[in-house]
């Protein structure tokens, strides 16, 4: 967008007093404000950390390594939905490094930044009336982490696979994880659309898993006792592939061999089959966080190709492109959700209507919107594409933000944020 605008935005970026904290405190309050005001029962606020390699950015001071002597930094977030997988916002984000400028605090694991999470999601669920369901991968297996403070309105949804002894109330067995589903109740079957690896590409597939659940407790490492420290009665569902096809050629791509397994346990109830559902539906939502660092990264805005002096700076633009990123995957998941609702509720009226005067056509519906948008670079819907994914969108943002500057130019008025 020109050199002056890139001194001047990196130059905010660079201020010693600029923490990506700070940059993110009026994305993360509008975030709270738009889950309140969601019909949404549950919010899903998924957890997930993310790599970022900048070793080809030699001049950049205060990196640490990633892997081996790969340069970089880590970046974990905080994405929150709506129960249907609209994302809402970033509600939290940490950085660090490993050997660099912002290294993790001495006194603690790198395991601490899911209890920071959970702690961020704690904050802003107080006096709240929704429900908010921490979502995390296997990372997040960890005995403590269930134990730690929530509050009242806020459950745990984590997958586990350490091989724990688990007590099954109902069962009044004690046995390991991995043979636990002996003793779980059968809860039938639930269909839910995730991303998976096929063939060195990624694609979207619609999995049917079979449901087993039980209420259990987690015990504790053999030192503690189990009566002192085992967990508070948690659920834990176990869903197993049974079937899988891809979800836009519908071509079967089961595996049996290497069919999905997930042990969740949770503090969501049981009672009923639609509960076990739901919360099967739930985890399934937590894909969409590594959607959100796919747009920042290859995805749409490639973020590894950007150049600062410094990882302060770095992680301060890093803040403000996961605004941007969630506001093209906001756009993509309400695209596809429904593309007939109305275009306002994505778009600025005065943009609708220069989209209407450059397209020619109705920019009534999101649909309608969105490809005269992308029109701009392009973009023509086919078979099979019939929506423009992060990366068109992103391109056609951009070119748009050039036309706007062209037609206030021509309107001879200063162009509105």
């Not at 030699?58 to 994302?87: F, S, Y």
């Not at 593309?339 to 306002?344: C, D, F, L, Y």
């Amino acid at each position: 967008m020109g050199n002056s605008f890139r001194q001047t935005v990196a130059g905010l970026f660079s201020r010693d007093e600029m923490k990506h904290s700070t940059m993110l405190s009026g994305h993360v309050a509008a975030t709270r404000a738009r889950a309140q005001a969601s019909d949404s029962e549950y919010l899903i606020a998924a957890q997930d950390t993310t790599y970022y390699n900048y070793s080809g950015q030699a001049q950049m001071t205060g990196l640490g390594v990633i892997q081996g002597k790969v340069r970089g930094l880590m970046q974990h977030n905080v994405l929150l939905m709506d129960e249907g997988g609209q994302p809402l916002g970033v509600l939290n984000q940490q950085y660090w490094t490993r050997g660099g400028a912002m290294d993790w605090p001495s006194s603690q694991k790198e395991s601490q930044k899911w209890f920071n999470g959970l702690a961020a999601v704690n904050q802003q669920a107080q006096g709240s009336y929704k429900r908010w369901v921490v979502t995390a991968d296997r990372e997040s297996d960890i005995f403590e982490f269930f134990k730690a403070p929530r509050e009242s309105n806020v459950d745990l949804l984590v997958r586990v696979f350490q091989p724990r002894r688990v007590e099954v109330v109902t069962a009044g067995v004690v046995c390991p994880l991995p043979a636990v589903c002996a003793h779980l109740n059968d809860y039938g079957h639930e269909s839910v659309q995730i991303e998976r690896q096929i063939k060195g590409q990624r694609r979207t597939v619609d999995l049917t898993l079979n449901l087993q659940a039980a209420t259990v407790h987690i015990y504790p490492n053999k030192d503690l006792s189990p009566a002192r420290h085992k967990t508070q009665v948690l659920s834990l569902v176990v869903a197993t592939e049974v079937a899988c096809v891809d979800a836009k050629s519908q071509a079967d791509c089961f595996d049996a061999d290497n069919a999905l397994s997930w042990f969740l346990l949770t503090s969501l109830p049981i009672e009923r089959a639609d509960n076990v559902q739901r919360i099967i539906r739930f985890y399934a939502l937590r894909w969409r966080i590594e959607r959100l660092h796919f747009t920042l990264k290859s995805g749409a805005l490639n973020v590894e190709k950007l150049q600062f002096d410094d990882v302060h700076t770095l992680a301060n633009a890093l803040a403000f492109y996961s605004v941007v990123a969630w506001q093209l995957l906001g756009l993509t998941y309400a695209l596809r959700h429904d593309p007939e609702q109305p275009a306002k509720t994505m778009f600025e009226p005065e943009d609708l209507t220069l989209l209407h005067q450059l397209s020619a056509k109705p920019v009534n519906s999101l649909r309608q919107a969105t490809l005269a948008l992308t029109q701009l670079v392009g973009f023509a819907p086919s078979k099979k594409q019939p929506l423009p994914g992060v990366k068109v969108l992103a391109n056609a943002i951009e070119r748009f933000f050039f036309v706007k500057q062209g037609a206030a130019a021509v309107a001879n008025k200063p162009l509105q944020d």
